[in-house]
């Protein structure tokens, strides 16, 4: 029998180590610490490897990877993996995303109530030989409001344990409806809730939309005697601004256990640090026993199973999945990842909702896969993590979006076509594609609106009046920026006075000329998203 070689590159829990042991198909290596250079020369004589934070497996590393096949990461970050060139070599990279979600509710809970009882200063006060009762006066949870910024995994464990608390729970995710059959009320919008909670705690990945989500504005809203628990990421709470709030007085506290950079650089979080209104805290999520036991066992457990040939789980990437489909399907999966790009580009609100109808004789094959690779383009836009075809799925799910895909053999113009309709909380909207040639994947209608869309390289969509020299504004605008236009397709409704315009730039708009155009008298609409280029014409 051959047997799976299975290198341990860093510190891991014995108990991931013991049940690699007891496997019979399984030959464990413990070598942790390894510098990447030594790294890169053992790593190809293992079919798997398992890491936590420590080392760095760099594109150096996989250089020549020989046998190897997966990389597990006994925890939730891949920070220290180069995810893009592991998929080039064909290696699986996945995590362990469940196994702290326990351990950072628990902190939590444990940095609110400390918070809350002024337990660190309490302690300190105590050690130095004093009985101070009076200067730490405290508040309780039962009957106040919390507000969970983030219904993930570990924001519904949160709201579930301040329930038990007999707490009121608000929540609001930026990009997801959640909440669903739990006791929490779900707002529409951050401000309100700020403005509600005696509470505050956030569990979003950190990204472009949500970095500095809690800022000045928040702020400005919030109860003077709000306090606010950072357990998810440093930079999700603005701390420049976190740190004017306390000094102001517009805020009765903070607790941090994540910081921008780890140890904290900026002279806003070593001043936070040493605020009397603040515990901080050097990022304890996941630092217990239990949490470390479980992704290690994950860890462990979900690599060899995958190299085993069976199930491939918290993969965060999914390299030859696309070799394995029909030639015929192939193409509908580039298709359905841009488009999934575009609607999510310019649909607002929290996504609720994804239909799908293949029309044609594309209905007769397996297109499935199809749906997750649209599920794939929705939300990429929105996670700090990598989203795949293996995980998008299960992170719709989390996040409550239903999911509705259905076949039907009647077709009008196309041969095959792909007609998709996204629901927020907000709004809704449609788009149809097809694919031209065999391989060229065209989107040929948004909201009714029918165009012949590239959706390749910098895409910008524009809905105006339907009025003259409309388009010329911002044409006008892209000019006098050096951003020249490739190709554009219009669409107009009589009836509705208004046109769709997709746009392919050949250079990528700024922030401010994308606001320019968005402050023209005629321009109702207007996003920028940028898309892979496709490939060659051969």
């Not at 990447?36 to 798997?48: F, M, N, Q, T």
């Not at 730490?136 to 009957?143: A, D, K, M, N, Y």
């Not at 792909?418 to 909201?447: C, N």
Request: with cysteine; glycine share 10%; hydrophobic share 40%.
């Amino acid at each position: 029998m051959k047997k799976i070689k299975m290198l341990i590159a860093d510190k891991l829990s014995k108990v991931g180590i013991e049940w690699l042991e007891a496997q019979d198909d399984v030959e464990v290596t413990v070598k942790a610490g390894l510098p990447p250079e030594e790294l890169a020369k053992i790593v190809g004589e293992y079919d798997g490897m398992i890491i936590r934070s420590g080392v760095k497996v760099t594109a150096d590393v996989l250089a020549s990877p020989g046998r190897l096949k997966g990389i597990a990461r006994a925890g939730v970050g891949v920070d220290n993996v180069d995810v893009p060139v592991a998929t080039g070599k064909g290696i699986i990279v996945m995590n362990t995303p469940g196994g702290n979600t326990l351990a950072t509710a628990e902190l939590t809970m444990t940095l609110m109530l400390a918070l809350s009882r002024k337990i660190a200063p309490a302690n300190a006060s105590l050690k130095a030989g004093k009985w101070d009762r009076k200067s730490f006066e405290g508040t309780q949870l039962s009957g106040k409001t919390l507000g969970v910024v983030g219904m993930g995994r570990i924001g519904k464990a949160v709201a579930a344990r301040a329930t038990a608390f007999e707490m009121r729970v608000l929540g609001f995710d930026p990009f997801f409806a959640g909440g669903e059959g739990m006791n929490v009320e779900m707002v529409k919008d951050i401000n309100e809730l700020c403005k509600r909670a005696d509470y505050i705690t956030v569990h979003v990945p950190k990204s472009a939309e949500t970095l500095g989500m809690i800022g000045a504005e928040q702020f400005a809203v919030m109860k003077p005697t709000c306090r606010l628990i950072n357990a998810a990421r440093g930079g999700i709470i603005d701390p420049k601004a976190l740190l004017d709030a306390l000094n102001a007085g517009k805020v009765a506290g903070a607790a941090l256990d994540v910081w921008i950079k780890e140890p904290p650089e900026t002279e806003a979080e070593k001043a936070l640090i040493q605020h009397e209104k603040v515990l901080g805290v050097p990022h304890l999520g996941a630092s217990t026993e239990e949490a470390q036991e479980q992704v290690a066992l994950e860890a462990a457990q979900q690599l060899v199973e995958a190299l085993r040939g069976g199930e491939v789980r918290n993969a965060v990437n999914a390299p030859g999945f696309d070799k394995a489909l029909p030639a015929s399907v192939r193409p509908y999966t580039e298709l359905a990842t841009r488009m999934g790009r575009i609607l999510s580009g310019i649909t607002p609100g929290a996504l609720s909702k994804v239909e799908v109808i293949y029309r044609g004789p594309i209905s007769e094959a397996n297109i499935a896969p199809v749906t997750t690779y649209l599920l794939q383009g929705l939300l990429t836009p929105h996670l700090d993590q990598p989203v795949n075809v293996i995980n998008a799925p299960v992170l719709a799910q989390q996040r409550g979006v239903e999911v509705q895909q259905s076949t039907s053999a009647k077709v009008k113009e196309f041969s095959n076509l792909m007609e998709v309709t996204i629901q927020t909380d907000q709004t809704k909207r449609t788009a149809a594609g097809t694919i031209y040639g065999s391989r060229f994947p065209r989107v040929v209608s948004l909201d009714g609106y029918r165009m012949e869309l590239q959706p390749e390289g910098h895409v910008v969509i524009i809905v105006n009046d339907d009025k003259p020299g409309a388009v010329g504004k911002y044409g006008t605008i892209f000019g006098s920026n050096k951003i020249n236009i490739a190709d554009m397709t219009f669409s107009r409704k009589k009836k509705s006075g208004l046109a769709v315009v997709g746009i392919n730039l050949d250079q990528a708009p700024s922030e401010a000329v994308m606001a320019e155009i968005r402050a023209q008298d005629v321009v109702k609409e207007a996003y920028y998203m940028e898309l892979p280029e496709l490939p060659p014409e051969e």
